[in-house]
């Protein structure tokens, strides 16, 4: 696969990659929509710039960059499910256009095998978006760019609507806020969501509710959710994370964001949503989890792994003002929990309401199995 | 039909002959099976092929007295058979391609385990403690295998009345693995101190549940009760059509299991009149006659009382944690998709 390598794109692409792996590296893009949207704009960037003459060269490249955007933050895993998301797209664009040429050249083979491997979830096949049917020549010798030069206006426009899911994905998770939220229920959150926030406003235009945000420490990210939604009006308690339990009698329902979807169901979500769902779980209270569907992230098993979760700043925490603790003690200040699929009970997305167990399938729909590893 | 009843003798020997070989399981061995019963048969048409590959399967059915697995292996190659598409020129020449699928299938099944493996590989931390129950071949190659990357140590359930249990401990000692077998009534005992349950299967069935050997289900239990991981591996091949709503649904019991005996039955002359309106088979007062007072005195379980006990239990759904297959990691709600999709699709 490396054959291809980062060198093979221009210069000015590179330097965007650049660009994003270090600040990336820094921090300076956290959140995982902002970093879906940054790699977005940068493979866009890569592809119109990228030279080739067949697929496999424009998959090679596109993975080559992927990789080393996940390995500049590989806890931010929007930025592999985005080059996935891209790689996907591009793949069926492929397919389509080159329907036209090279007709039915991969003939799937009938074995006991494949019989099997028809039980595999499968996205519907989407009608082309391309009507006309573009000409394409792979590997021509005479005019290597040829095949590029036929294909980018596709490719682009694939890009494109991944960019659009991403900028949309706000508004589309709250599209049906007031079928969640009835009037008059208490609503318990944590931590200071975009997508959660926007939801809860959305359904603030038709009912009238309560809000209870959990400051949740050590950020206090809660005290920006609770000013934010009272500003828009809704009616907001903030509590300390400590009262979570005792509150929970009251709560309707739970609502919170998260930042990694996992395979199995469960997700990663800030600090504090383990101890809500939980507390959820022994009221029989429901978990809602807002989130758009970049956060679906094709890994099944990184709850085994202590070091799969994110780690703060312990200043927060314990600051240097206690100079006489910091030497005795050391201070860990985990970023988010792992909350298992048990606790979850329906996540809302930018396309549609899914129970835990049918993640697996929509991330078998929308990428490829062969790009889970980049 | 006269060629049909030559190849009904060849079947069964066949199907013996292809289990000889340890690598292949009883589904596997079927599918070998029928696939030479396809280039025997005198079928002329599709209708007459399929209806005695049927035939076939009732009769290796027939032979063993749990059909589960291999029920799996025949439902998935008639299945195959039947939706095969017609493109040879003669009849003859699609019952030797059917044959060489056949053939080609079982060839790549073999290297399902160690893909199984690699996958299972993934969700076994360094210096984890696993329990697992009775032997299974795919378990084994999934230990092994991880074995060699990463410390781990076994519990392994005797898995009475076959104490097949003894037999993992013993392969896996021999590998270095560091292994105890624990009583099947320990594992209540045990759990604490067990990082999560891997166990193999006889089938996986539509409604995500899981076949094994007696005791699966309840490990499942305790392992749900102390929160840990119930792992199952299985492969495709096991998949099976049938959705049993509890254990006495299985196509394995018969009114024998968990049948109740009157004192009187076990003084060797006992009439059928007085016992359990299950309890009218012949075949117990077959049994009874060779069980003599020693061995009941020696406080094991007669032969006589196996027969009252299940070979193989059912594992609802609701209990697994996930299913490793070649085909992916799959949640017991996938099991049941794929199933669906490749039976009725």
């Known amino acids: 696969m490396s054959t291809v390598d980062i060198a093979t794109t221009p210069s000015g692409s590179q330097r965007s990659v650049e660009t994003l792996v270090s600040k990336l590296r820094r921090r300076q893009v956290v959140g995982s929509r902002d970093a879906a949207l940054e790699t977005v704009l940068v493979l866009r960037q890569v592809v119109s710039k990228a030279r080739f003459s067949n697929i496999d060269q424009l998959v090679a490249i596109i993975r080559s960059v992927g990789r080393r955007l996940v390995d500049a933050q590989p806890k931010e895993h929007s930025v592999g499910n985005t080059v996935r998301k891209v790689l996907h797209h591009i793949r069926e664009e492929y ?119 959990a400051e949740t420490g050590p950020s206090y990210k809660g005290h920006e959710m609770a000013q934010s939604l009272s500003a828009a009006g809704i009616s907001t308690f903030l509590v300390p994370d400590s009262s979570i339990y005792a509150i929970m009698s009251r709560v309707n329902k739970v609502i919170i964001g998260a930042h990694a979807i996992l395979a199995n169901g469960g997700m990663f979500a800030i600090t504090g949503s383990l101890l809500a769902a939980t507390a959820a779980r022994v009221h029989s209270t429901p978990v809602v989890v807002c989130a758009g569907q970049f956060k679906f992230t094709p890994l099944w098993n990184l709850y085994h792994d202590f070091g799969a979760l994110d780690f703060a700043d312990p200043s927060s925490v314990l600051g240097f003002e206690e100079g006489s603790l910091v030497d005795n003690v050391d201070v860990l200040n985990p970023y988010y929990d792992y909350v298992g699929p048990e606790l979850v009970d329906v996540f809302i997305t930018n396309d549609g309401d899914h129970p835990p167990s049918s993640v697996y399938r929509l991330i078998k729909e929308s990428y490829d199995d062969d790009d889970h590893e980049l | ?56 399967a009732e009769v290796l059915k027939k032979s063993t007295t749990n059909p589960i697995s291999l029920n799996a292996g025949c439902e998935l190659f008639i299945a195959f058979v039947t939706l095969f598409p017609h493109e040879s020129d003669s009849f003859a020449e699609l019952k030797s391609e059917l044959m060489r699928q056949g053939q080609k299938y079982a060839r790549e099944a073999i290297s399902y385990r160690d893909k199984i493996a690699e996958l299972t590989l993934g969700f076994i931390k360094d210096d984890s403690v696993i329990l697992t129950h009775s032997y299974s071949r795919v378990v084994m190659k999934a230990l092994l295998h991880a074995h060699k990357t990463k410390r781990i140590s076994v519990y392994v359930t005797e898995a009475r009345p076959r104490g097949l249990g003894i037999k993992t401990y013993e392969e896996l000692t021999a ?103 299950d309890n009218q088979t012949p075949a117990i007062n077959d049994i009874s006659t060779f069980m003599t007072p020693a061995i009941s005195s020696s406080r094991t379980m007669s032969a006589d009382q196996i027969v009252c006990n299940p070979d193989v239990d059912y ?24 199933l669906v999709a490749m039976f009725a699709g």
Do not use: W
């Open chain 1, 95 to 213: 397919n389509t256009a080159s329907k036209g040429t090279a007709a039915s050249s991969s003939k799937v083979t009938y074995t006991i095998s494949n019989f099997v491997l028809q039980g595999q979830p499968r996205k519907q096949t989407v009608a082309p978006k391309s009507e006309a049917i573009i000409t394409l020549k792979e590997n021509d010798p005479d005019d290597p760019d040829s095949f590029s030069r036929a294909l980018k206006p596709v490719l682009m426009e694939a890009i494109q609507d991944v960019l659009d899911e991403l900028e949309t994905v706000y508004d589309n998770v709250s599209k049906n806020a007031k079928d969640h939220i009835h009037s008059d229920e208490i609503i318990l959150t944590i931590g200071h969501s975009r997508t959660v926030e926007s939801f809860l406003k959305q359904a603030a235009h038709y009912r009238s509710y309560t809000v209870i945000v």
């Open chain 2, 315 to 338: 594992t609802r759904p609701n209990l697994i944690s996930l299913v490793f297959s070649d085909v992916g990691t799959l949640t017991p709600e996938a099991i049941s998709q794929y």
């Open chain 2, 1 to 56: 039909m006269a060629s049909g009843e030559s190849s009904k003798f060849n079947l069964h020997a066949t199907y013996l002959k292809n289990l000889q070989n340890h690598e292949i399981s009883p589904p596997l061995a079927a599918i070998l099976s029928l696939s030479e019963l396809v280039v025997n048969s005198g079928a002329g048409t599709m209708f007459e092929l399929v209806k005695e590959l049927h035939e076939g």
């Open chain 2, 175 to 277: 590998a270095g693995i560091p292994c105890t077998v624990v009583l099947d009534s320990a594992v209540a005992y045990v759990m604490d101190k067990v990082d999560f349950v891997l166990v193999g299967s006889e089938a996986v069935v539509e409604s995500g549940g899981l076949i094994n050997a007696v005791g699966s289900s309840q490990i499942a239990i305790i392992a749900k009760a102390s929160n840990k991981p119930f792992y199952a591996l299985a492969e495709s091949y096991k998949f099976h059509r049938l959705f049993p709503l509890s254990q006495y649904d299985l196509p394995t019991h018969n009114p024998n299991i968990l049948s109740f005996r009157s004192p009187q039955i076990t003084a060797a002359q006992g009439s059928a009149s007085g016992v359990s309106p």
